[in-house]
C-alpha cells in the first residue's frame, strides 16, 4: 500500500530511543527525508546507521535540547533552511516525571516545558510552511487520563489533548491534520528499565491489565504514527488514539 510518503520531510523528536527511533524507522522505509533529533548523539548517529543499512536516505542528524527557550524555533529554522518546509512533525521528546505536594516550583517547570511547552513550541515554528503548502501533519505522543499518583507529564499531556485539539479545528482546512497517541506498555528505557524493570513486575502488571497479554514494541506505535502522517489519514484530525492492547477502559 502506497501511503504517498515519499520524499515528505518528517521530523521525529525524542529519535535516540524507543517509540522515537521505531518512528524514524518506520518513516525511513516509507521512503520520507527524516529529521532525527534528541540529546543523545551517539544514539542518533546509530540510528541514522540503522536506516543507512536498510537501503533508505541517512537522516538529518540535530543534537539539541528542546526545554531550552530557543531550542524550538532554533531547530525549525535548520529543518527549513535545510529542506525549505516541514510536512510531518512527530513529538515524541519527553518523559515521565512523578512529583509530590512536596516537589518545587523548578521541578513543576521543568516537567510543564519538557510534555507540553516544547513541543506547542516547535508545533507554532512548523506550522507556518505546512500552512503554506496546505499539507501538513502533527502527531504527538501523549500519555494517558488516568495518572495513578500526581505526574507532570500526564498534566502537561492534558493540555497537549486540549491544544491539539483546538490547533485541529483551526487549520483543518488547509488541509493540516492534528492527533495524538497515547502507548500504553510499549517496551522502552522508562518502560524496562524504571518502571518495570524485572521480568516478574512486567508479568505481573500484564496479568493485571493488558488483556493482549504482552507489551507492546515501538513499532506497534509508529505504525499508526506512520499511517496518521499518510495521505490514507486525511480525513482523521483531533482525535486521541489509544495503542495499549485494550489496557484503558476510559472512554
Partial sequence: MDLGLQGKVALVTGASAGIG??????????????VVVARRKELLESLSREIEETGAAAPMVICTDL???DAPAGLAGRVLDA???????????????PLTISSTEEEWDEAITLNLTSLRRLGHAVLPSMLQQRWGRIINITGSFEPPTVNGANIAKAGVHAWAKGLSREVAAQCVTVNCIMPGRIHSE???ERMYPTEEAREAFIRASVPAG??????????VVTFLASERARYVTGQ?????GGMHRAL
Avoid: H, M, W
Fill in 21 to 34: 527511533r521505531g518512528t524514524a524507522k518506520a518513516l525511513a522505509r516509507e521512503g520520507a527525508t527524516t
Fill in 67 to 69: 526545554t531550552q527557550p
Fill in 240 to 244: 486521541r488514539l489509544y495503542v495499549d
Fill in 214 to 223: 504482552y507489551f507492546g514494541e515501538p513499532e506497534d506505535v509508529a505504525n
Fill in 190 to 192: 522508562q518502560i524496562d
Fill in 83 to 97: 529542506f525549505g518546509r516541514v510536512d510531518i512533525l512527530v513529538n515524541n521528546a519527553g518523559g515521565s516525571r
